[in-house]
Nanobody, 124 residues
């Protein structure tokens, strides 16, 4: 059982930045690819990024590419999502999830473990 915990969400103005963190307090993330998903009210959950097990590659959905960066620090057992140039349409609850590898499809079925999410609100 892998329990994931997200943190770092909050209220930010348009154009601002936030860094989300994903950790596993009782386990190690070392062997997992970590995806980031978000879900806005009334919308389906969408995958926006996935970082490989070793952290040497990351994938991004077009809507966040160039603004969001995923990284991982295996020594700290933490994966990060740096979010810059935030827009009101980025408002959502953000989740991290663990999978065996990044497939590029962002199918929720490929991710076996999920965190509870952290809210990001972009508003002036």
């Amino acid at each position: 059982q892998l329990q994931l915990v997200e943190s770092g969400g909050g209220l930010v103005q348009p154009g601002g930045s936030l860094t989300l963190s994903c950790t596993a307090p009782s386990s190690t993330l070392y062997y997992y690819a970590i995806g980031w998903f978000r879900q806005a009210p009334g919308k389906e959950r969408e995958g926006i990024s996935c970082i490989s097990v070793g952290g040497d590659s990351a994938e991004y959905r077009d809507s966040v590419r160039g603004r969001f960066t995923s990284s991982r620090d295996n020594a700290k057992n933490t994966v990060y999502l740096q979010m810059n140039s935030l827009r009101p349409e980025d408002t959502a609850k953000y989740y991290c999830a663990a999978a065996a590898y990044c497939s590029g499809s962002y199918s929720v079925d490929e991710y076996d473990w999920w965190g509870q999410g952290t809210q990001v609100t972009v508003s002036s």
